[in-house]
């Protein structure tokens, strides 16, 4: 199993106490589940993170993770992180695919047509 960071996510090793990239202790972090965390850094101000954690949870299938990804989709402007949240959302569960067009409008960022079921 691969170990993350709970603050920033990236791999760090099982052992390790203080996260090499960020810092943060992961003794202190406190007592959320996985996917809560996960879930919470969805909104992590350094861009990266947020892809990082899309995928994650799209590994996890974390169906809790579906109603706040939707919502983040909502507000967000980065490409990159729509696309990875996008992408992530339909590993999770296909069937969003309505759903999510619905929230990106008739003029999704172009990387999304990538995506499988988002080709015209
Ligand atoms: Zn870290």
């Given at each position: 199993m691969t170990f993350y960071?709970?603050?920033?996510w990236k791999e760090i090793d099982e052992q390790i106490i203080i996260c090499p990239n960020c810092g943060a202790d992961q003794e202190k972090l406190d007592k959320e589940s996985y996917v809560e965390k996960l879930i919470r850094s969805l909104n992590h101000p350094e861009p990266s993170t947020p892809v990082r954690v899309a995928g994650i949870l799209a590994q996890l299938k974390a169906k809790d993770a579906v109603p706040p990804m939707l919502e983040k989709l909502k507000t967000e402007k980065d490409p990159f992180i729509i696309f990875a949240i996008v992408d992530a959302l339909l590993k999770i569960d296909m069937n969003l695919t309505q759903e999510i067009q619905k929230i990106l409008g008739s003029n999704p960022p172009s990387i999304i047509k990538n995506l499988k079921g988002f080709s015209e």
């Amino acid at each position: 199993m691969t170990f993350y960071c709970s603050n920033c996510w990236k791999e760090i090793d099982e052992q390790i106490i203080i996260c090499p990239n960020c810092g943060a202790d992961q003794e202190k972090l406190d007592k959320e589940s996985y996917v809560e965390k996960l879930i919470r850094s969805l909104n992590h101000p350094e861009p990266s993170t947020p892809v990082r954690v899309a995928g994650i949870l799209a590994q996890l299938k974390a169906k809790d993770a579906v109603p706040p990804m939707l919502e983040k989709l909502k507000t967000e402007k980065d490409p990159f992180i729509i696309f990875a949240i996008v992408d992530a959302l339909l590993k999770i569960d296909m069937n969003l695919t309505q759903e999510i067009q619905k929230i990106l409008g008739s003029n999704p960022p172009s990387i999304i047509k990538n995506l499988k079921g988002f080709s015209e």
